[in-house]
Structure formats: structure tokens, C-alpha cells
């Protein structure tokens, strides 16, 4: 015997409501199709038909005014021959028609009559055909004659018997007439009891419908109170167990009392328990491989691990080493990681001194951001250049390192740090698949990050941040204006700074550099090409290895052999050759 568990009962209510949602359906199917076949017979049909025959009484009356202008035209002097003949012509075109408004009007009827799927009164309507056929078949007989009397009359000139004709044919056609409307009328009264039918059949099927959910809705009251207070007991229970989890309590468990869904529920409760104890052992090893704020957040906090993310304005920065890679080349596995570790450990001592948090490692290049929960909004631009600083102190200590980790007496030139920062709105939340998840940053904030970063390399500088963080870091940090870019992904140019150093912190040659490089760049704006390499040949002499004012001296020596377009507006693009 199948044992009464709570699975059994909710299945066998599930298959109970299934099956009558079924029968309704199929019920509201059929009946739905037999009113749209009712509609459509109604509408092509029996409407149809009426105007046939609404169509016959017109052109018998068209017919009747041919007849009266073709008389009116023989008795002019002199008589009108073509227009005797173009009335003639008219009289038969219009007798034609009234053959086919008949015949089309019958045909619709004998549809309706062989469509043995609507219920439709056969017997009244093969009586209207056999009326419609009587009459069109009086019509042609008798107006006919008549009409084949008056032509003599006509050419004989004899206007006491035309007009005698012409009377006799007025009262056979009203006659007629009469009788096509009576017709008509049996018609539009089939139509009226089919549209009755039709309503009829809607609201049972309304009817029916209600019915049926009624008995659902009742069905599922019943049941919900039934399971309510079977189950009621060891949910409280496994509620109380779960505020002693939610507090902090993880050595006790629950006592199995039940075989049911309920006891298992509870076998699984107690095997949480264990494996939340378990995840707490391994919480501090854990935090190695993530910043413990972000573990602390994924673990303790729910917003961390909402999938579906949140608009955030945050500070990204992204960090490479320029040279590593060609660096790299044919050292032993043991040498690249021991070294990597060391150039990794290296760039992020400054990033977590700073409050920022490190994203990920891509190869030897860092990503990292600031920004609410873990700073404050205010605060984050200027951490993030703070960070950037110190870490392109580090990279030139670094370089002197390097040659005696790799075991060389030197290593090159152009081996530096290169550093982009951007502040902007962006995507934050926990971004992966059901198999593993990671809380990241994404948007155009993120990816301006990323361009400036590898901007650095035309222009020579160490750590090149968007408008916003200057905007938001200019009280405490120093900055100078470099160019305006349009990197690569987007049409719009974007104003780019050089992080200088600290306020108060430059020396008289750095200060005089801002001075000239600011009027280079204004010159160069202004397209006074003399006068901008002029400036940054200036700034040269005080800063002589400035990297942005060697890229301007370059790039204006260029335009003397290929001068800009005019509509050039001063912007720089990133894959411009």
C-alpha cells in the first residue's frame, strides 16, 4: 500500500488540478471553435446572403429606371437612337445581374444547409431557395414579356399603350419587389436566431469555465489547510533551528522524527549545519585567495551575492608592467613564478594600504577598484591616485630588483609601470555561471581603465586617470591636463590627466613643466604649431625625459609633412598610426 506522504498528496492534488485544467481547456477550445465557426458563418454567410438579395431589389430598380430612359429617348423628336441603344444595353446588363445576386444568394444558402457542423434551421432555409428561385425565374418570365411588348409599342409610336405597358411592369416589378423583401425578411430572421445560437453557446461556455475554477479554487484551499497542520509542528522546529544558525549557533542539530519530506528536510538541515561549520574552518584560508572584505561580503552579507547586480559609480584602476613579457621569455617555470610573485606582491602592498580592493591578476597586469560598500564615495578617486603613486615609486625600486632575481647584471630601459585610472558608473555584483561566481566590476569605467592604461605607452607617462577622478581627487593630488583621446570602443573624446604627484609636493622644475606643457597645449589646440613646440621644447628643458612633452614635440614635427583635416577638433585616437 502506496504510504500517505506529503510528496503522494501534493502529486495526486497537482494531477486532480492538471486534469481539470485539461478539461477546461479542451472544453474552451472546442467551444471557442464553434463559436468562431457560428461568427463566421454569420459573417460570410448569412450576412452575405442578405445583401445578395438586398443587391437584387437594386438592380431590379436600376433595371425599371434603363427601362423609363430608354423610353424617354424614342419619344424625342427627333428619338435618340444611341442613347435607345445604350439603355437597352443597360436593361440586359442589369437583368444579368440579377441572375447572379439570385444565384450567389442561393449558393450561400445550400452552404449553410451541406454545413452539418452549426445548428441552423434546413427546412426554413431550403424554403428561402426555393422562394429566391421562384421569384427570379417570375422576374425574368414576366418583366421579360412585358418588356418584349414595349419595344413595338416604341417603334410604332403608340403612347397610350407604352404607358399602359409601362404601368403593367411598374406593378409587376413593386410586386416582385414586395416579395424579394419578404424574402429578406426570412432571412434576417435566420440570422437573428443564429446569432441567439451563438450567444447561447458563449455563455455556457463561460459557464463552464467559471465552474471549473471554482471546483480548482476549492480543491486548493482544502489541500493547503490539510498540509498546513500535518507539517505545521516540525517546521517550527526546523524554524527554530534556523534562527539558532542565523545567530551564530552551529553545535546543535535537529532530532529526525518523521520519515516524510519533513524528515528529510531535517536530515538535510543538520547536514548544512555540518558543512556551514566545515566553511567556517576554512573561511581564514579562503580569504588568501580573495580580499577578506569581499569573503566577509559573500559570506555575511546578502548584497554581495545578489546576481543581478547594481549601478554603482566606482574607481578603477588597472596596472602592467611594460616589458615584462619580452622580460619573461625563456626563464624557467620556478624563475617566472618566484618572480611574478614578487612584482605582484610588490604592486598590491600599495593597493591594500589604500583601502583598495584587488579584482584579479591577468598575467603581470593588476585590476582593482574603489567604491562603496568597502570606501566611501568621496573618498575613492583620491585613495585610487594615492595607490597610483606609490606604485610607480615601486616600480622604479623594482627595476633595481629585478636583475638580481633574474640572475642578469641589467634589464631594459623601457621596463616600467604603466598605470590607468578611471572613475564612472558601472556594473558591480556577483557575475559568473552556477558553477563558480565572482565579484567584479564591470562598465565603460572599466574599460576606460584599461585604455589608459595601455595610453600610457604614447605619451611616456607612468599613471594617466579620466576627467572624474581628477575632478573628484584635485584638492589633495596633483595633476596636468595631457590631451584629449578617443579610445578605441568609442566616438566620443575623453579628456586624460597625468597623475603628478602630491599637493605641495613638486619641486620648481615640475611646476614650471605644468606651466609650459599647459601653454604647449593650448597652443596646439589653437593649431599655433610654432608656438606649442615652442612651449613643450620648454617644459623639455626642465623636465628633459617628460614623456607627454616628447610625444607632442613628435607628433608636431609630424603635421608640418601632414597637416590635420580641418575639421580636426584636437582630439587623439588611441589606433591612430
Known amino acids: 500500500m502506496l504510504r500517505p506522504t506529503i510528496r503522494n498528496q501534493i502529486l495526486g492534488i497537482a494531477m486532480g488540478l492538471i486534469v481539470l485544467m485539461a478539461i477546461t481547456s479542451m472544453l474552451s477550445t472546442v467551444m471557442a471553435r464553434r463559436i468562431a465557426h457560428q461568427l463566421d458563418e454569420l459573417t460570410t454567410k448569412y450576412v452575405e446572403a442578405y445583401g445578395h438579395l438586398a443587391r437584387m431589389n437594386i438592380r431590379s430598380l436600376e433595371q425599371a429606371l434603363a427601362v423609363r430612359r430608354m423610353v424617354i429617348a424614342r419619344t424625342q423628336s427627333p428619338p435618340d437612337e444611341a442613347a435607345v441603344a445604350e439603355q437597352q444595353k443597360i436593361y440586359e446588363t442589369k437583368g444579368q445581374d440579377i441572375d447572379q445576386e439570385a444565384n450567389a444568394a442561393r449558393s450561400l444558402i445550400n452552404a449553410i444547409i451541406t454545413d452539418m457542423s452549426t445548428a441552423s434551421d434546413d427546412a426554413r432555409l431550403g424554403r428561402i431557395d426555393d422562394r429566391i428561385e421562384t421569384l427570379n425565374n417570375d422576374l425574368r418570365r414576366y418583366l421579360g414579356e412585358e418588356h418584349k411588348r414595349l419595344l413595338p409599342l416604341l417603334e410604332a ?339 586624460v590627466f597625468e597623475v603628478i604627484g602630491r599637493k605641495g609636493d613638486l619641486s620648481p622644475a615640475q611646476l614650471t613643466l605644468l606651466k609650459r606643457y599647459s601653454e604647449g597645449l593650448a597652443a596646439y589646440r589653437d593649431r599655433h604649431w610654432d608656438h606649442a613646440l615652442q612651449a613643450f621644447r620648454e617644459a623639455l628643458e626642465a623636465v628633459p625625459a617628460d614623456g607627454p612633452s616628447m610625444a607632442f614635440v613628435k607628433r608636431i614635427d609630424g603635421f608640418k609633412t601632414n597637416p590635420p583635416a580641418d575639421a580636426w577638433d584636437g582630439s587623439w585616437y588611441l589606433d591612430h598610426k
Open 157 to 495: 409610336g403608340n403612347l397610350a399603350e407604352v404607358r399602359a405597358s409601362l404601368a403593367r411592369t411598374e406593378a409587376l416589378r413593386d410586386e416582385l419587389n414586395q416579395k424579394v423583401d419578404e424574402v429578406r425578411k426570412d432571412m434576417l430572421a435566420q440570422v437573428r436566431a443564429d446569432a441567439a445560437v451563438t450567444a447561447r453557446d458563449q455563455q455556457r461556455a463561460i459557464l463552464i469555465s467559471v465552474v471549473l475554477t471554482a471546483l480548482a479554487a476549492i480543491l486548493g484551499l482544502l489541500f493547503s489547510f490539510f498540509v498546513s497542520t500535518g507539517i505545521a509542528r516540525p517546521v517550527r522546529r526546523l524554524l527554530e533551528g534556523t534562527r539558532a544558525v542565523e545567530a551564530g549557533r552551529l553545535d546543535g542539530s535537529i532530532d529526525v522524527t518523521t520519515r516524510d519530506e519533513i524528515g528529510q528536510l531535517t536530515t538535510a538541515f543538520n547536514k548544512m549545519v555540518e558543512q556551514l561549520r566545515h566553511k567556517e574552518r576554512i573561511r581564514e584560508t579562503f580569504g588568501r585567495y580573495i580580499d577578506p572584505r569581499v569573503v566577509e561580503g559573500l559570506i555575511e552579507k546578502h548584497s554581495l551575492t545578489a546576481t543581478d547586480g547594481q549601478r554603482r559609480v566606482m574607481t578603477v584602476l588597472f596596472c602592467d608592467m611594460k616589458g615584462f613579457t619580452s622580460l619573461s621569455e625563456g626563464m624557467t617555470p620556478q624563475g617566472l613564478v618566484k618572480v611574478m610573485n614578487h612584482y605582484l606582491s610588490t604592486m598590491s602592498g600599495p593597493i591594500r594600504s589604500h583601502q583598495g580592493i584587488i579584482d584579479k591578476y591577468i598575467g603581470d597586469a593588476i585590476m582593482a577598484y574603489w567604491g562603496p560598500p568597502f570606501n566611501e564615495g568621496a573618498e575613492q578617486a583620491r585613495l585610487a591616485c594615492l595607490a597610483a603613486i606609490d606604485m610607480a615609486d615601486r616600480g622604479t625600486a623594482l627595476r633595481t630588483e629585478l636583475p638580481e632575481l633574474l640572475g642578469v647584471r641589467s634589464v631594459p630601459s623601457e621596463c616600467d609601470v604603466r598605470i590607468g585610472v578611471a572613475t564612472g558608473e558601472v556594473l558591480v555584483g556577483s557575475i559568473g555561471s552556477e558553477f563558480m561566481m565572482s565579484y567584479t566590476v564591470m562598465g565603460d569605467a572599466v574599460n576606460l581603465a584599461s585604455r589608459l592604461e595601455g595610453a600610457n605607452k604614447i605619451y611616456g607617462s607612468h599613471a594617466l586617470v579620466s576627467e572624474a577622478t581628477m575632478k573628484a581627487a584635485a584638492d589633495t593630488i596633483e595633476f596636468r591636463e595631457v590631451d584629449r583621446l578617443v579610445v578605441v570602443g568609442q566616438t566620443r573624446p575623453v579628456t
